[in-house]
């Protein structure tokens, strides 16, 4: 899991999800997004892809290398038609390709097209998924981080932290 304290609104959080974005790219089918989660019974609630300021959609930033594995010092025999090393420009995946929360106490309702609600105890946790399809299988993750924005909070006490941990599903 990764944490990230939120203290205020219209601000991004960024949490370092690397391990799991190799693990979705190597094994696409494994990619059933993230889950957050808060240790407290405040509410935070974070922009969603639907809501129409697209500022604050949600996102994932990837960095990666493809391509063969990096050459060690020790001269080695170069392999005839071998694809070179690549290294990409940082991706920009703007906006989940699902976003939702789930709510402890009504769990058979949908909530997507709303923003996505955090309350601590896991009285309402989020859901969110982003394609990454568009990353090569063999592509070697060096960095990926989720973006969030908060929007509101449901006590307006933006003085008090709130802790968010991002876990794969």
Not at 64 to 82: D, E, I, L
Request: glycine letters at 4%; proline letters at 7%; a neutral charge.
């Amino acid at each position: 899991s990764a944490a990230k304290v939120v203290s205020a609104l219209s601000t991004w959080y960024d949490w370092n999800i690397t391990s799991p974005a190799q693990a979705w790219v190597t094994s696409p089918s494994s990619n059933h997004g993230m889950l957050l989660v808060s240790d407290n019974s405040r509410e935070v609630r974070f922009y969603t892809s639907n809501d129409v300021d697209s500022r604050f959609h949600p996102h994932l930033r990837v960095e990666f290398t493809a391509g063969n594995p990096v050459p060690t010092a020790t001269a080695a025999p170069v392999t005839p038609g071998a694809t070179p090393i690549v290294t990409s420009a940082p991706m920009e995946i703007r906006g989940a390709s699902q976003d939702t929360y789930i709510n402890k106490l009504d769990p058979s309702r949908t909530y997507e097209n709303k923003p996505m609600v955090i309350r601590g105890v896991g009285e309402k946790r989020a859901l969110l998924k982003f394609d990454i399809t568009q990353i090569p299988s063999t592509a070697q993750i060096t960095s990926a981080t989720l973006r969030l924005a908060a929007t509101n909070y449901n006590d307006g006490k933006t003085n008090l932290a709130l802790n968010v941990e991002a876990y794969l599903v």
